[in-house]
C-alpha cells in the first residue's frame, strides 16, 4: 500500500468524524486508535453485569442528533437506530412532583404553566425564538471560528425574534435568565441541571446559553441513543469508514508526530513503526497532549509553550454505573419516565458544588446526572429491570484508591436515596469508574475530565485552547487538532473533527490545486 494521505490519531468520535470526511474527499486514510475498540468516549459493555448493557462514558446525544455533518453520513444505513425515553430530563422536588421535559412542547408548558401562571407561556415563547434561529445558532456554533456565513445568516432571524432581548439571553448567566423569565422553579431546574453539564458557573456569561442550547435541543430533538448501547454510534462511524475505504487500526498507540522542516510527515508509533502521511496528520487527542508531547517543544513556538502553561482543564470525574433488577423506585414518580434525570434542589446548590470542588472538596451535597438508558432503550437491560448511572464532578488531582472512590459511590447512592428510598435492594451490579479509571480507558480524558479542557468563557472560541490559536490549524504546517481542545469544545457533535477535516482539505487544495469529491455538508 501506499503511503496514506492522512494519518489520523486517535479513533474517538472527532476522529472518526474526521476520517469520514477525508475519505469522503477522495483522500486515503488510516486511522491509529491506542486502545482495542474505537469510539473513544462513545462506547458501551457489559462488564457492569453480562446481562445489562452500560455506556462507559457519554450517553446521550442530542448533539449528535443536531449535527449537520452527522446527519450526512447518512449512519442509519450503517445500522445506527436511535431511541428515545418516555420524556427527556426531569427533576423531582424534595416535598414531591417533577420538573419535566418532554418532546412535546405544549405538554412541557402546561405542566409548568400549572405550577405557576405565566411560566408556560414564556416557554413557548422560548420555543418559537428556537424555531427561528436554532437551526442557525447550531451550524455557527459547529463551524470553523468565526463562523461568518452562519453568523451573517442570523442577522435577520436575531432581528425579528427578539433582536437584543435574544442577544441578552445568550450572554446572561444562568442564574439571571432564570429568575428573569420565570416565575416558577421547574424552568429554573430545568436549565441550571443542563447548564450544569458543563463546568460555567451558574453566575458567570455563558452558563445561560448552555443551558437554553440543551433544553431547547431537548425539547426540538429529544435526548436521544443508539440502539444497543453508545458504542453502537462508533461501530456506525467505523463500518462507513471502512465501507468508503479507510483503514482502522486498533491497539497501535502513537508515541510521536514525525515532523522534517517544520511540517508534519507521519507518526510514529510505541512499536516503532513510522506510518508516512503524505498530506496530513489530524490528532484526536487532548491539547497537553499534542503540544509538547507527540510534537517535542524544539518543533513548536516558545510563545505556545508559555501560553500552554496557563491551559486549564474541566473538572474531574466520577461514574457510577448500577444493573437494577427493577426501574428506580422513586418515591414519587414521574408523570413520564424521563431518560435524563438532574438531582438538585436549586440553582444555587450547582454554584455551590462547583465552588466546594474549586476549593478542592467533595461536594456535600453532589450535582448528579443520571441516566436511565433501558427506560430509553428496552435492549439494555432485561425486561422489567434497568442499566442505570450517575457522575458527579469532583476536584482535579485527588488520590483515588479502591475505597475512596466506593465511598463517593456509597453518598452518591444516599443522594439518590433521598428520592429513591429503596434504590439499595435492587442494585445486582455496581461499577465505580474514579477519574485514573476513566483515563485509563480514553487516554483524552485526563484525571477524569471530559469535556477536554474548560468551557468557561476564557477558553473558548479564539482562546480555545489556548489565546491566538481558535482553529484546527497548529503551528506545525500539515498538523491539525482534531479533539474537544479544540473549538467549539467537549460534546459528541463531530465538530471538532469536522473541523480538522475541512482546515486539511482546504490547505491542500491551496498547495496542491486539483479535482476532489469533497462536498460541505
Request: with cysteine; glycine share 12%; net charge neutral.
Amino acid at each position: 500500500m501506499s503511503s496514506p494521505d492522512a494519518v489520523v490519531v486517535g479513533a474517538g468520535p472527532n476522529g472518526l468524524v474526521a476520517a469520514n470526511l477525508l475519505v469522503d474527499a477522495g483522500w486515503d486514510v488510516v486511522v491509529l486508535e491506542a486502545q482495542p475498540e474505537p469510539g473513544g468516549a462513545v462506547h458501551s459493555d457489559r462488564s457492569v453485569h453480562p446481562a445489562y448493557v452500560h455506556d462507559t462514558f457519554s450517553s446521550f446525544y442530542p448533539l449528535a442528533a443536531a449535527s449537520p455533518v452527522i446527519r450526512g453520513f447518512d449512519l442509519e444505513s450503517y445500522g445506527l437506530v436511535w431511541e428515545h425515553a418516555p420524556a427527556v430530563v426531569g427533576t423531582p422536588y424534595a416535598e414531591g412532583g417533577w420538573a419535566m421535559l418532554h418532546r412535546d412542547r405544549e405538554r412541557t408548558a402546561d405542566e409548568m404553566e400549572r405550577q405557576h401562571a405565566g411560566d408556560g407561556r414564556a416557554w413557548l415563547r422560548w420555543c418559537e425564538q428556537w424555531d427561528a434561529v436554532g437551526d442557525g445558532m447550531i451550524r455557527a456554533l459547529l463551524s470553523p471560528f468565526p463562523p461568518v456565513r452562519a453568523g451573517l445568516s442570523l442577522a435577520g432571524p436575531f432581528a425579528r425574534n427578539g433582536g437584543r432581548q435574544l442577544v441578552r439571553r445568550l450572554v446572561a448567566p444562568a442564574w439571571d435568565l432564570a429568575e428573569s423569565t420565570f416565575g416558577g422553579r421547574a424552568p429554573g431546574l430545568l436549565l441550571a441541571g443542563n447548564a450544569g453539564h458543563a463546568d460555567i458557573p451558574m453566575s458567570a456569561p455563558g452558563s445561560g446559553l448552555m443551558g437554553w442550547l440543551l433544553v431547547m435541543l431537548g425539547q426540538q430533538l429529544g435526548f436521544p441513543v443508539p440502539r444497543g448501547g453508545a458504542g453502537a454510534l462508533s461501530q456506525a462511524l467505523t463500518d462507513r469508514l471502512r465501507a468508503h475505504g479507510g483503514v482502522l487500526r486498533t491497539s497501535t498507540p502513537v508515541e510521536s508526530v514525525v515532523v522534517r522542516q517544520g511540517r508534519a510527515v507521519g507518526v510514529r508509533t510505541s512499536t516503532d513503526e513510522t506510518v508516512p502521511a503524505r498530506r496530513a496528520v489530524l490528532a484526536d487527542v487532548s491539547a497537553p497532549a499534542l503540544y509538547g508531547g507527540l510534537v517535542g517543544w524544539d518543533d513548536l513556538p516558545t510563545s505556545l509553550w508559555r501560553s500552554m502553561r496557563g491551559f486549564e482543564w474541566d473538572p474531574a470525574t466520577v461514574k457510577v454505573d448500577w444493573a437494577l433488577d427493577a426501574p428506580v423506585p422513586w418515591t414519587d414518580p414521574p408523570p413520564q419516565t424521563p431518560g435524563t434525570v438532574h438531582l438538585l434542589d436549586s440553582v444555587a446548590e450547582v454554584e455551590r458544588s462547583r465552588v466546594e470542588i474549586r476549593a478542592g472538596h467533595l461536594p456535600r451535597r453532589p450535582y448528579l446526572v443520571m441516566g436511565q438508558m433501558a427506560a430509553a432503550d428496552a435492549s439494555r437491560a432485561p425486561t422489567g429491570g434497568e442499566s442505570l448511572w450517575a457522575y458527579t464532578h469532583v476536584p482535579r488531582g485527588r488520590s483515588w484508591g479502591a475505597r475512596a472512590g466506593e465511598h463517593l459511590a456509597d453518598r452518591i447512592e444516599e443522594r439518590i436515596a433521598e428520592h429513591a428510598p429503596d434504590l439499595a435492594r435492587h442494585v445486582r451490579a455496581r461499577r465505580v469508574l474514579t477519574p485514573p479509571d476513566l483515563e485509563a480507558r480514553d487516554a483524552n480524558l485526563v484525571d477524569g475530565a471530559i469535556n477536554g479542557g474548560t468551557s468557561s468563557l476564557h477558553q473558548q472560541l479564539v482562546l480555545r485552547p489556548v489565546p491566538g490559536l481558535g482553529r484546527a490549524e497548529t503551528p506545525v504546517a500539515g498538523l491539525y487538532l482534531a479533539s474537544a481542545a479544540a473549538h467549539p469544545g467537549g460534546g459528541v457533535h463531530g465538530a471538532c473533527g469536522s473541523n480538522a477535516a475541512r482546515a486539511a482539505l482546504a490547505h491542500a487544495r491551496l498547495t496542491h490545486p486539483g479535482p476532489s469529491r469533497w462536498r460541505s455538508p
